[in-house]
Structure formats: C-alpha cells, structure tokens
C-alpha cells in the first residue's frame, strides 16, 4: 500500500470539486475532461513529469471524485501524488502509447461509454496546450452521442482567486525567486560567462531556503543579454561571456508544489545610456504608482489604462499586455490564461488574485523589464517578493 | 540591423527544407504548417521560450524560405536565431495572445490567403503538443477551401537520421550528462536532502564543461527515492532527506544548442536486497547483450525481441516500450516519437539514428533503471555516453 503525500486538505481538495462542478452547471456541461496537467493538480493532486504521454482527469456531476487515466506506469503515481481512490485511477496499457494503430481516447471513450457517460454534454480544453486536434477527432469519431463544449478556461477561471493554504505557497515560492534572483544580480558581472549564471539561478530555485526546496519552473530562467534582450524570449548564451554594454533581462520564477511566483530586473554593465535610464525611470515610477492604484473592484483594463496613463508624455510605448493571472503551473507557461491586464478585460479584481504586473518594454536593440507579481488584497494589493526596484548596474 | 547566431551551416538548413519538401511531395502535401518547437527550430533555426504562445513556420512547396510566425515581442529572436530573411518573418499584434474574441489562426489564415495558398492540401501536426483542437476548427473555418491531413510524424521522421554536425552536438550533450550523473550519483547519500541533490544536477545541466555550456533539458530531472520510484514519472521530494534503505533512480538528460543526450541510472543507500541485485544485474546483462546484438537492417521490434528473450526465464517482465528515438527537443519529452523499441515497430534501423534504450523496471514498491543512448553505426552501434554500468550502493 503506497503511502499518499498531499499538499492540501481534503477539505480543501473537496472545496475545488464542488467549485468545478457549479461552473460546470452552470455552462450546461456534465462531464469535463481534464488534461491540462496544472488543471488535473488543482482537483487531484497528481503531480508527475508525465505528461509527455496522454493522460487526464474525467469530472462527472454524479460522480463524487473525479476519474484520473494515464498510463499504466504511471498509476502508482496517481496513488502517491493525489487523493483519489483506487477505483478512481485508470491506467492504460503501453500499447497506446504514440501509436500508429490506435489512440489514447479510444480507451478513455471505452472508460466513458463504460459508466454510461456517452451522450453527455462534455466539456473539454478545445485551444489547451494537451488537447491535440487529433484526441477531438478521435472523440468525436468514439463517441458519436456526446456533444462537446469549449470548457478551457473552466478550471483555470476557478483557479484564480487562491486559497489561503494556496497562498501560503506562492509566498514560498516568492521568497525562493528572491534568492535566484539575488544569486543573478550579485553574479552578472563583465567576462562572466552567462552559463555559469544561468546554472546557479537554476540551482538556486531547485535549492530553495534552509527550510524547504523548490519545484522545477514552468518556464526557464529567461536571462537574455546584449542585442538578445531586444526579444522577448530568448535566453542566456551557452557560450559567451557578458561585456561591457550589456543588457541583461533577468525573468524569473521559483515554485513550491508548482505554485509559481515571478518576478523580472535588468542588469547594466557600464556607464548606463541616457535613453536606457529614462526607459528605467518612466517604468519603476509607472510600476509604483499603478501598484498604489490597484484595488479590488477595478478591471483588468483599467488598471491597463492607468499604467498607460503614467507613460504619457515620455514617449515610450507598451504595445502589449501588462500583466497576467499566475499561480499553479506547469511548462510552458506560469500564466493562468485568465486576467490580462490589457484593454478589453472586464475581469473585475477581487482579494485573492495573484498577479505578475509586467511592463517589459522590448525596443530595436534592447529592453528593460521590471516587475512584480502580486495579491489583490481586500484594501489595495501586496507585493509577493520584496526585491529592489531598479536598473542594477556594475561598473567593471 | 541584428547579427544572426546560427548553430549549422545554411547548406544544412537548406537539405533540411529540401528532405523535409520531398517529404511532403510522396505524401502529397502542399502546404504544411508546423507548430512543434523542435520542428520550427530544425527547419530554420528558431529558439526561443516564446512556444508558450502560438507560433509556427509554414512550408508550401512552391516558396524556397519557410515562412515564420509568431508574436511581434517574439519577431526579433527569429532575425537573432534564425536563418530566414525579413520577409520570412510575420510577427501579429499582441491583441491575438490568449483572446477571447479572435485567434491566432485567424491571422495565419490571412498569411496563407495572401500567398494564394488557399485550397491547397495542407499537412498539420495533428496529434502535436502544440497544436489544439480549436486551432484546427478555426482553421477550417478560415480556410474552407484547404483540405488537411495529419502530419504530425512528417519531420520528426526525417530529423530520425542525424546529421555530423548533429551528432557532434549530442555527443557534447552526452558529455555533460556524464558530468551531471557524476554529480548525482557522488552526492546521493543518506542523510543529504533530496532538492539538493536535484539542485546541483540542474546546475551541471546548464554549467556544461570547460568548454561549453548545456540548454535547459525537455525532461526537468527524474530523480525519484524510496516509495516514488515505483512510478515512472515523480521526481525528487522537496522536502525530504535519503534514507538508509532508498532506491534513489536518475533518469537524466543535458542539452546542447537542444540536442539531448539522456541516461539513467539507480542508487541504492545500504546493502542491495536480494530482489533488487537480481533485477541490476538481469537488466544490466540484458543492456549489454542487446547493444551487443544492435546493428543497422534490424527493425525496431527485433531488438526488444532479443531484449525479450534475455529475460526469459529470469521471472523479470517488461511490459512497456525499451527504447525510442531521440535528439533535437524541448519540452515535454526529448523523445521524437517516431522509433520505439516495442513490438509492431517495423522501423529498420540506420546509420545515425539515435536511441535510448531504456529498460525500466517499476516494481510494486521501487524500480531499477540502466540505460544508454546510443548511436546506429555502419558496423552496429555505439555507446554515446560513458557511464559504468552497474546499480550504484552507499554504504552509510
């Protein structure tokens, strides 16, 4: 019998189902099939590096717990990492596994047809990362009853307002993205090479603090330098060494239990350039007065608006979104897909909302980021990590 | 005006478009539309963490350059690492990331219009990471004139044979790996905490050699102990230090420019249980005899035969896939799904492709793992890491 290791209460774990399956009622959708990995953790607590291979989490309004299926290798997992009962892990055998024969949602079809779930109304992630075109297609072609919904966001909209046990985690994860992003800053430095300092980022968010580690990070440490920093993701060199002159974009993010907290500088080597100061200067003053802004009631697009407001008159432009929903992730992305900050979201912030304010700006040869995700709290908002803002320079 | 950083020649790239056309010509394919990271960076270069948005390259028989698209913040990266020229790059306003009112492939439905490049057949990744089931109905929404086919195989198929210059990239991706196990296999000990371990590997990883340095690896280290090892995908535990008596497995993979080279070995804390040294030393026997056996004309299902057969009568069973092809990826999987050393694979093997062979044990309670990538050679095959084979014991 293989001991169960979970990071929340059952409570807690209880609370999410419940909250799923009213949105599910209210769209209408009776069964949702889950296989965004970040999704099938929020209700399940299964966590493995296996979703490389099909799997997922099938929410039934007249089941109690939701039905996990992956692969048969992995089922052991499934008994460690999440609440569920045995009847309620299914695996597959290899046989489906990137086949040319057959194909993962024929068995996941058997196991719906099999509990008399076929002609529901089902919803599934049409534009996730997970669900491939091909997985529709063979729905559609196994289950000819179902209709199907567009149900993407159904799980992550859930997820946006945290817990307090949830954000007891990011606060770890902040203090984690602390420390990389101090070990980065106190590294860069001219004829450094850039690989030693993207190796001791990553060490330093696996390593975590005296009392706990990190998790692996949904998104790689993004430490572009030089005419590299003028993208918006590219990242160290494995072959050069900084110089003098550089640019140095530092986008970071640790993870507790893949809880995620990100956080974005910028280093300079040398005497900074009048045009990088101002960018610097226009950005860390517009960052503080929209975070004084922010509060619960206004929209996405209006704390957009207000930032766009503090650029007027500088001459400096932010074309894209300044912000984004973050919490519990998985590659590629700590973004929740949810809250954007940009015009157009009527999103209206509530406590409880974790937010990566993020107005990189990304010009013909270099850019500047500064950035810092934070709470929406019932008077204002907080800041998560507590790391200086400004344009660091070495002088070398 | 950006310098490019390219990592192959431009004959190289230019017989990569060429195979990759000829490819689509014998499956009758006109068009083809690519969303797969490893598959835009093998076509022209492409590399950037930017696959968290959509993104792709279009390939049409009739113009020589792929077209690339993607974000605008993203479109210098592809003038930094790519090969193509300024109108092969199509960057789309920030307006289409993550909308709720349009969609990327309504943009890329324009690009292909533009070229005439409507009603042609076009081959798309159907069963790819990257591309969803709402990405292919807008598509043929947008396009109602193209016909589609599932092309998910299409380049991964031809990346399956490996260059010089590819080879010589893995090879320094194997040497890195080496140095990582070395770490890992050096620090595992009773007492040490696991994150540290876990942090020191991911460190190795990126650090490379003296001489180079690693990329952020597709698979995060698979570093399971005790009870976790029983599943194939859970890695290391945050929060906990090795035991006497832990079964610790390392199934880990460095990167160089992308090109992987993955290798997996187990250690055991205190004196190996009867059980275990059985299973160690069938597998490792087994390795050795199937590498042994290993040579260009063998199919794919002839080696997990002879595998097979090396355990008859060893009451050891293996009943998922032994190996599969790997090399140019990011995440999830250095895997390219093409070869699996399983039954029904009827691919004949050739000079310079690359496999890992693989045979992981997962018992009820722990598992053993000892692998080797290797390479297919003119004469049979060759190891491309060096690595003692062996299950590795602290005596603590």
Redesign the interface.
Known sequence: M??K?LHFSMDEYRQRVRAVKAAMDHQGIELLLLVDPANMNYLTGY??????VHQGVLVSLDREEPLWFG???????A???SWLAEESIAGY???Y??SR?T?TMRFVADLIKERGWEGRKTG?E????????????ELNEQLPGSSFA?A?SLVPWVRSVKSEAEIAYIRQAAAITEKAMRTAVDMIDTGI????V???V???????TEE?????SA??P?IPSA??T??????????RRYQKGDVVLLELGAA??RYHAPLSRTVYLGSVPEDLKKVADVVVSGLGRTLDFIQPGLTAEEVEEYWRGCLKGTGIEK???VGYSFGLAY???W?E?TI?L?P?DKTVLEPGMTIHFMPGI?LD?YGFECSEPFLVTPGGCEKLADFPQELFTKKS
Chains 1, 2 share one sequence.
């Open positions: 293989l001991r290791d966590d493995g590096w296996s979703f490389y692969r048969q290798q992995d089922s052991n997992g008994r460690i990492t055998p290899d046989h596994v990137q024969y194909h599934v049409m534009d996730g990362y997970w669900f491939s075109a091909r997985m529709f297609r567009d993407t090479p850039e690989k030693d993207a190796a001791a990553s060490a330093a968010q696996i390593a975590g706990y580690g990190g998790d692996s998104i790689f993004i005419e590299r003028s993208s918006a993701h590219l990242t160290f060199h494995p072959d507790r239990y074309p894209s979104r590659v590629p992305d973004g897909h954007s940009r157009g990304w040869t």
